[in-house]
């Protein structure tokens, strides 16, 4: 089993009395645009992008760490599949 493994220097933001890195917040969102690419079957970026409240192009650079990951696919412009490459989501 594979997980996501990114690099990134790891920025810290002060929000609401707590500290949160932006590697965090991104790495949570990608998950859960993952489990519901899975829940889903096939989305489209629009819809990630209506589901999740983010821009376009923060879905592209989401799903273009999934891609790279081997945890998603494009069958066709804007749309996506998980593979079944097996994961296991921390």
Partial sequence: MHRIAIRYRR????????????????????????????????????????EFGITQRTVQRDLNVLEY????????????KATSKKTKVS
């Fill in 69 to 80: 990951n081997n945890l998603v696919t494009s069958s066709a412009r804007g749309k996506w």
């Fill in 11 to 50: 920025r810290r933001r002060r929000r609401s009395g707590f500290l949160q890195t932006s590697t965090d917040r991104m790495l949570t969102r990608i998950k859960s645009i993952y489990l519901y690419i899975k829940q889903k079957g096939t989305v489209t970026t629009n819809e990630l992008v209506e």
